[in-house]
Each structure stands twice: as structure tokens, then as C-alpha cells.
């Protein structure tokens, strides 16, 4: 009899569990359901949205009679999303291009040393090899065509799928077959490493100019560039040529670092909001008054471009070359919980005469000149010439 008693406190005791437990479950869904449906952490649209992607995924997954991969498939829809916007500088990152990403802003990429390009006759040639590199470690030189990489042949890649290839090898020693133009075939042991890539390179030319070129505006360039200027100055130079023709631009806080140094007082950049409200950076009365020239040219553009145009419109510098981009707008970078990243326009930004580089169409030079293939130098003579 006691244990009869026993059993059904038990079985009552677990019933009495049961019901908290749907009780419980119960309360969490509805709350979840209320959450997502009304704006709690997102609104019934994204919640809508995000059950569409899940039954189109499903169908595919279902239906497709080739082989799917789910992360290609999010990748694709999350880049199509962003390119939608219809804005060329925002986009979408996958994980592997978010790390890259990141290292890049440091002036930092993984890889082993080296510039390609895909030729004419679709070969993998290397154009350069940094100094101080695995490459040039391994004894690879220009000129020479990739063949393969760690084992795997190149010839039906892309670019980037052999530049992704290589930076899969991060940390690791690899076989790479390279070929010199008569098809002589060699096989090089190379490491892949995080290798620094200074943005900043200086010469003195004759008159006692200055040279200095700014590859971009990342982390370390407006401190490169300043330790270029005073060591250029030490030596004697009298007058300063800035090249930032191919410079894609870079980070805010270097451009101002770097103006801050060469005006005297006054704005140096004008951010603007979505709902219109500004921020002003502004320079201080210290300031580098030698006579300076800038070479810019159609693919100069964001932080390179304000350079150019900071200086132009204080009457500091003379630009020389190519109408530039226009590009007049900042973005952010937001990580995603997968590890990937969106890249999105947030701001307009003007010069310190608060001009719209983007609708006014760039920077128009104060000497346009054209480099040819019979004169590569008509640019940099262009601007010598101004300084003389």
C-alpha cells in the first residue's frame, strides 16, 4: 500500500513538472513570436523575409538535382542584397574576405610577396617581387608564370581564386611551379606570412625636390609620410611633389592627420549625416609652407582624392594630371555574426569649401597631363616643371 502511495505522489509530481515545462515553453514562444513580429529585435519584415530565404534554400536543397553548397548560396543572396542599393562602394564580405579586409586596413595582406596579373594569353604573370618577401626568399622573379600551387594547377582559375589559393596557405611552407618565358619549369619551396606592405616610398629628384608617393591612406600611412617629409627636409629639399595617382584612399583619421600637418588653420573636411548634420575637422596654425604639387589621376579617388583637394582649394599645392573619380562618400564597415561584414555608405563628405566632389565630378587639375607609352614621365615632369 505504500508504495501504491509512493508511485502516484511520483506520478503526480512529474505531471505537475510537464505542465510547468509547457507552460514555460509556451510563455518563450509567444514572446519570440512578439519579438520578432512587432520590432522587438527586428520587425515582422525581416522576420518574413528571413522565413522566405529559408524556403527557397529549402527547395533548392530539395529540388536541385546538382550538388549545392549552403555557404555559396548565402554568400551570393547576402552580396546580391547589398549590390541591390545600387551603390558601387557598399558591399557585402564573406568571412574569408572580411579577414583580408581587415589586414589590408593595416596595410598588412596575407600572401608571399608578389603582384600578378592574368596576361593576354590568360597566364598568371608575376609583375613584381617585394623586397624582403618569401617570394624573394624562394627566387622568384618578374616575368616569370605560375603554373601551379601546392599541387594545383592554375590554368582554369581566376585571379582571385589563385590569390585566394596562395593566402589558404597561411602559415605554411608549399611547392609553387613557376615557368620562365621558354616554358622552362622550376619548383620553388615558399612560405605565405603576414607581410607588411609600407605605404609610403620617397626619393630626392634634382632642384631639390621632394618625391613622395602614397600608395594609401590605411593605418601608419599619415606617420610615413610625415617621417618622409622631415627626413626629405633634412636633406634639403625645398619643395615636395605628393603622388597619390592609384591611391584608393583609406582611413579618415590618417587624411586629416596627415592635412593637419601641411595647412594652417581652417576646415580640412566636412562630414554630413543622414538627417544633415555636419562635423567639421579642422587644422591648427602650425603648417609645412614649401611649395608642393600633387599628381592625381582617374583612379585617385576618396581619401587620396580630399588630399588632392584640401590642397587645392587652400592655394598650397598645384595639382597635376587626370580628372579624378568623384568618389564623395564614407563608409563603415558593420561585422555580421557569421564572421562576414557589410561595407555601407553611412556619409557624404565635402572639401573644406564644402564642394561635393561626387556631384561635381572630381577634381578637375590645375595642369592636365597624360602619361604615354613613349613618355611614362610626362606627369612627374608636368609637376617638376610647376615647382621650377
Not at 153 to 179: C, G, H, W, Y
Not at 255 to 283: A, H
Amino acid at each position: 500500500m505504500k508504495k501504491q502511495k509512493n508511485s502516484f505522489f511520483n506520478k503526480k509530481f512529474k505531471l505537475i513538472q510537464l505542465i510547468i515545462v509547457c507552460l514555460v515553453v509556451a510563455a518563450l514562444s509567444a514572446g519570440l513570436t512578439y519579438v520578432l513580429t512587432t520590432g522587438g529585435i527586428g520587425s515582422k519584415q525581416y522576420f518574413d523575409d528571413a522565413k522566405s530565404y529559408v524556403e527557397i534554400e529549402k527547395i533548392i536543397n530539395e529540388n536541385y538535382i546538382g550538388d549545392v553548397d549552403e555557404d555559396t548560396l548565402f554568400n551570393a543572396a547576402a552580396s546580391a542584397m547589398v549590390r541591390s542599393i545600387d551603390d558601387k562602394w557598399s558591399y557585402y564580405m564573406s568571412p574569408e574576405e572580411y579577414a583580408s579586409y581587415k589586414l589590408t586596413s593595416s596595410n598588412e595582406y596575407a600572401g608571399i610577396g608578389i603582384s600578378v596579373k592574368q596576361n593576354d594569353d590568360g597566364n598568371f604573370e608575376i609583375l613584381s617581387v617585394d623586397s624582403g618577401t618569401p617570394a624573394e626568399t624562394a627566387g622568384l622573379t618578374s616575368g616569370q608564370l605560375i603554373v601551379s600551387v601546392d599541387g594545383q594547377a592554375v590554368a582554369d582559375m581566376t585571379l582571385s581564386e589563385v590569390q585566394e589559393l596562395i593566402r589558404s596557405k597561411l602559415n605554411k611552407d608549399f611547392p609553387m611551379v613557376v615557368s620562365d618565358s621558354k616554358g622552362n619549369e622550376v619548383s620553388v619551396t615558399v612560405a605565405c606570412e603576414i607581410i607588411y606592405k609600407d605605404p609610403i616610398s620617397s626619393r630626392m629628384l634634382d632642384g631639390n625636390i621632394g618625391y613622395i608617393k602614397i600608395d594609401n591612406f590605411e593605418a601608419g600611412s599619415s606617420e610615413g609620410a610625415i617621417s618622409a617629409i622631415e627626413k626629405l627636409v633634412a636633406e634639403g629639399a625645398t619643395s615636395f611633389i605628393f603622388d597619390v595617382r592609384n591611391n584608393p584612399g583609406g582611413l579618415l583619421s590618417e587624411l586629416v592627420s596627415l592635412l593637419d600637418y601641411l595647412l594652417p588653420d581652417g576646415d580640412l573636411f566636412v562630414s554630413v549625416d543622414k538627417q544633415g548634420n555636419e562635423t567639421v575637422k579642422t587644422s591648427d596654425k602650425i603648417c609645412l609652407s614649401s611649395k608642393m604639387a600633387v599628381l592625381v589621376n582617374a583612379n585617385t579617388y576618396s581619401a587620396a582624392e580630399f588630399f588632392a583637394a584640401a590642397l587645392q582649394e587652400y592655394d598650397w599645392a598645384t595639382i597635376v594630371g587626370e580628372h579624378t573619380t568623384g568618389k564623395a562618400r564614407s563608409q563603415i564597415t558593420i561585422e555580421l555574426s557569421n564572421g562576414g561584414a557589410v561595407h555601407i555608405s553611412t556619409h557624404k563628405y565635402l572639401t573644406p569649401n564644402r564642394v561635393d566632389l561626387a556631384e561635381n565630378g572630381g577634381i578637375k587639375p590645375d595642369i592636365e597631363a597624360v602619361n604615354t607609352n613613349e613618355d611614362p614621365q610626362v606627369q612627374l615632369n608636368a609637376a617638376i616643371k610647376a615647382l621650377k
